[in-house]
């Protein structure tokens, strides 16, 4: 891969390389837009684990102050990426965003609070239903469910053969989540049940046209930001310079082959975060 004049990795499409020199050219009018696990922070066994990379938030404070915005677009909780990523009341992200459960939850810095809707009547039938119903259908030993607030996500990654289980509960989960008029968002050894209407696509959509972005940048590791992926390729058709960066994995080459950009993992994303920064002029 070649490298940029400012020691960034080139993009090896053309698209990718109009987005970067957009975003270098105005930084002040551009949006830089994450995803949090797989991307800032190592994806592990227990999500409950999961921190943002050790050098994640210094590349971000470096970076925020000197484009127009960065924001956090994550399936999580919008306050527990907050608590997991370590982002409140850190000089730099002062106007930091993070968009929480695909965007149906908001916090920001400037406030330090967290703006949700009321909690969909699905996800508590299915909250009461779900362990009965995987015993039920003989996919409890191996799996496990994570309770996200709005959301409900039964893991396979500890399975005997984790991409049998997830292909194994696919359908059933599909079929419950209907009954129940949610959805299921798949992503690596996950399968969530949420509410519809909100993905990463619309939420990030909604907010670069709320802050009037010239460009834009996002990065992601996962079926969840394929969502996103497609609204940033939207609005290049539509004239808003864009790069997709992946962090990279053999888990999600759907993804990999739409990006501009790949990386190996929330390390080199970080190391991508800081050489931006570097390349940008300071406040």
């Known amino acids: 891969m070649g490298s940029h004049p400012h020691d960034l990795p080139m993009p090896v499409t053309a698209a990718g390389r109009e987005g970067l020199e957009a975003l270098l050219r105005a930084p002040r009018r551009s949006v830089v837009a994450l995803d949090f696990d797989g991307t800032l922070a190592d994806i592990v066994p227990d999500p409950d684990q999961a921190r943002a990379h050790p050098g994640a938030v210094a590349a971000l404070s470096a970076l925020a102050p000197r484009v127009g915005s960065v924001a956090v677009v994550t399936g999580r909780p919008a306050g527990v990426a907050v608590r997991y990523g370590g982002f409140a ?19 920001d810095a400037v406030s330090g609070t967290v703006h949700a809707p009321a909690e969909h009547p699905g996800v508590a039938a299915v909250r009461a239903e779900l ?20 959301a409900l996500a039964v893991h396979t990654r500890r399975a ?22 949610l959805m299921v968002e798949p992503g690596r050894a ?13 939420a990030l959509t909604e907010y670069l046209a709320e802050v009037g972005a010239s460009a834009v940048l996002y990065a992601g590791d996962d079926l969840g930001d394929l969502a996103a992926f497609s609204a940033v390729e939207k609005l290049r058709a539509e004239g808003v310079p864009g790069l997709l960066l992946c962090s990279g994995s053999g888990e999600v ?15 080199e994303v970080v190391t991508f975060l800081a050489a931006l920064a570097t390349a940008l002029p300071q406040a």
Do not use: N
């Not at 005997?160 to 008029?181: I, Q, S, T, V, W």
């Open 89 to 107: 009341g850190v000089p730099g992200l002062e106007h930091l965003v993070v968009l929480g459960h695909y965007g149906a939850e908001r916090w």
């Open 131 to 150: 362990p009965g119903f995987l015993d039920a259908i003989g996919a409890w030993s191996g799996t496990w469910i994570e309770e996200k607030g709005q």
């Open 160 to 181: 005997k053969d984790p991409a049998a289980a997830f292909a194994a509960l696919r359908e059933p989960l599909a079929g419950l989540a209907a009954r129940h008029g």
């Open 190 to 202: 996950v399968l969530e049940l949420r509410p519809p209407g909100m993905d990463k696509g619309v």
């Open 253 to 267: 080459p759907e993804l990999a082959a739409r990006a501009d950009l790949t990386v190996s993992g929330p390390s």
